[in-house]
């Protein structure tokens, strides 16, 4: 493979598989509740593309994603907030024009903070560069002083905790344990019809595509192959020259970005935004979605999400209480057992057996063996 | 916020929540002691370690309602039975867990805190299923209760004065033991040159399980200790974990010393700012602070300097 080639030949069909998948056997084959669902689970699918790039390329585990889903969320919750409490909708309130929660803790006028969500585009522009301008600065603080690996997790938990119990105890600035509910429109447009989640899933599919794209286009770069380096033998790509806190910092700061995406996707398809998916719990459930997609594996991020989350769905339906017990064993087995997920068992098992079929070697690797020459 | 108070009701303000913020300390120590044995000197991260001091605590409590029930006459002393149980169950599970699975992640400490995780997710159902979802609180013996009146303004809780003398003995057990004991020794060995130290004939493997086995042991006391202050339930633990890592990272991991400086800052200044904020600002506030320092010093405030 030459490396500026953009994507080698199966991974260009693996990416049209998955948008066949998502494009159009999903929407056909379930009804709109189903749709919706799924729409939701590939918002998370952000998060797991960004942990592939960040945690399988660059080796640095965060364990504080929801950080980045939950402030890229807020932000268009905001705004969406903000058109929903228009003076005509909330004249009952002791202060008209400010959204209902901050009417309930006496807060008589809307804050600073909330006001750059007034106008559609700064939204947009803020639900990126918030999230990635906070990462910029975890990620400035932490790299350049070399700090990584399990120290980097606990204290990338540490920021979730904080900003969940901020969230949860400024109840008057952002709706508290609750959230910020009951999202109506977007510039005009009723977010809730049946017609509106359906052109929203598409949206969502094709900004995952896209992200998807970005990230094969980031993997087949001289920077993908730095960070693949750099994760084997961080120092000797130091002492090649390479300034590697900059490469970690810019990894870290595109997994951010990518999580804010997919947050902002979450407020608008489900309609509520909550510090339910900024804590702990649910940063480290994102990592499992990785883990069993795979961790090397830009599009077994999609398929490792949808499927632990299909499983979720469907074990809390019927048994809710075998779900933490099979989700806390999928966690052990696939750190013990299959530490490359199911891209590891697709390569080892299935890929063989088609290059047979179709009576050719497989020409290409995947991701999981740094490929061409070491940087030198 | 000051201005509101006297000179005199501040001092018995500061003293107050001061002692509050020994008990917090003594929960902190207690855990952070066995956390900062298997991070610290195995560099295991263990997110299942709020789940082993729940298994302590559930055991002293089905211990209590065992002597409540069947040696009413010896109640008073069941705590110290308690201890020792809790000791053994969360012991013998943390030996398991490393013969099960720890013990084949050691090159792979991301992917220990993943497997970690997984088993904290599975104790807790297993805890909801078997002990059931509500919070269980024990019945202290009579001479735990009341409290002392040190001045008219001051009163300090007796089961608070127990914990917290009970958290000085165990630190100064587990201070002994691994810095004056031979096997102590040893498992500093290990932690500074698993190679060499098995050369010199040292059983790394064994000196790994048991050292697991020690911290889980430890965090099973733990818990233990903190039915004296608080009540129980199959989610407990996970509420101070993050805490708890925070306490042992910022104390520089290797140094017992630094994680009792480290839980001591930690625990008086979120009391203190308690008292004046609301509960979560102060915690905010703290653990912010906490890791704004980590940020500008990310070694810890003590670092054992050793080369690896």
């Keep these: 493979m030459k490396s500026t080639a953009f994507l080698s030949r199966s991974e260009w069909i693996g990416v049209a598989i998955v948008a066949a998948l998502i494009l159009v056997v999903l929407p056909l084959s379930v009804d709109g509740f189903r749709l919706n669902l799924v729409g939701k689970y590939l918002t998370y699918a952000f998060v797991a593309l960004g942990l592939v790039m960040c945690w399988g390329y660059g080796g640095i585990l965060s364990l504080g994603q929801g950080i980045f889903f939950g402030l890229g969320g807020y932000c268009m919750a905001m705004f969406l907030k903000l058109e929903a409490s228009s003076v005509e909708n909330t004249k009952i309130q002791s202060t008209p024009g400010i959204p209902d929660f901050m009417d309930w803790n006496q807060i008589t006028a809307l804050p600073w903070f909330w006001e750059p969500f007034r106008s559609l585009p700064m939204t947009i522009i803020l639900v990126i560069a918030v999230p990635v301008f906070f990462a910029f600065i975890i990620g400035f603080a932490m790299f350049t002083r070399r700090v990584g690996g399990t120290y980097f997790a606990i204290i990338t938990q540490a920021i979730a905790a904080i900003l969940t119990i901020l969230i949860v105890g400024q109840q008057g600035y952002t709706g508290g344990i609750n959230g910020i509910t009951d999202l109506r429109t977007l510039n005009g447009w009723d977010i809730r019809t049946d017609d509106a989640k359906y052109i929203l899933y598409f949206v969502n599919a094709g900004l995952l595509l896209g992200c998807v794209l970005i990230a094969y286009f980031v993997k087949h770069s001289k920077l993908g192959r730095i960070l693949v380096a750099m994760r084997e033998k961080e120092d000797r790509v130091r002492f090649s020259g390479y300034s590697v806190a900059g490469f970690k910092i810019f990894v870290f700061c595109l997994a951010a970005g990518f999580s804010a995406i997919g947050g902002a996707m979450f407020a608008l398809q489900v309609g509520f935004m909550s510090p339910s998916f900024v804590g702990i719990v649910p940063s480290i459930e994102m990592v499992i979605y990785t883990a069993v997609g795979g961790r090397l594996s830009i599009l077994g991020a999609i398929y490792g999400t949808l499927l632990v989350n299909w499983a979720k769905t469907s074990f809390s339906e019927s048994f809710p209480e075998l779900w933490l017990l099979g989700l806390g064993g999928l966690f052990i087995a696939v750190v013990l057992a299959f530490p490359n997920g199911l891209a590891g068992l697709y390569q080892s098992y299935v890929e063989p057996r088609l290059g047979k079929l179709t009576g050719k070697k497989s020409d290409e690797t995947n991701g999981a063996l740094p490929q061409g020459s070491p940087a030198e | ?308």
């Design chain 2, 1 to 308: 916020m000051f201005s509101d108070y006297s000179l005199a009701e501040l001092g018995s303000i500061f003293v107050m929540q001061g002692f509050a913020g020994l008990i917090l300390f003594s929960v902190f120590v207690l855990m952070a002691l066995g956390l900062a044995i298997i991070f610290g000197q195995m560099g295991v991260i263990n997110m299942a370690h709020g789940e082993f001091m729940i298994l302590g605590a559930y055991v002293t409590y089905f211990t209590s309602q065992f002597f409540l029930n069947y040696l009413p006459s010896l109640f008073g002393g069941y705590f110290f039975v308690a201890m020792g149980l809790a000791f053994l169950a969360s012991g013998a599970l943390g030996m398991f867990i490393e013969w099960a699975m720890i013990r084949h992640l050691y090159k792979r400490p991301l992917d220990t805190l993943l497997a970690t995780w997984g088993l904290s997710l599975i104790l807790q159902q297993l805890y909801r299923s078997f002990f059931g979802p509500r919070e269980v609180g024990v019945e202290l013996p009579e001479w735990m209760m009341g409290s002392i009146a040190l001045t008219d303004s001051v009163e300090v809780q007796i089961n608070g004065l127990f914990v917290m003398g009970l958290t000085t003995v165990i630190t100064i057990v587990v201070a002994l033991l691994m810095y004056r004991s031979r096997w102590g020794k040893q498992v500093r060995a290990v932690v500074q040159n698993r190679i060499m130290a098995g050369a010199v004939g040292i059983n790394t493997e064994k000196v790994d399980r048991y050292t697991f086995a020690l911290g889980c042991g430890i965090a099973g006391v733990a818990g233990s200790a903190f039915t004296m202050i608080g009540s129980t339930g199959p989610t407990s633990g996970q509420l101070y974990i993050v805490d708890t890592f925070l306490v042992v990272v910022f104390g520089g991991a290797a140094s017992l010393l630094g994680t009792i400086a480290s839980a001591f800052t930690i625990s008086q200044a979120q009391s203190t700012m308690e008292f004046f904020l609301s509960g979560s600002m102060a915690k905010v506030l703290t653990l912010l602070g906490v890791v704004g320092i980590l940020m500008l010093r990310p070694q810890g405030l003590f670092t054992l300097k050793v080369r690896r």
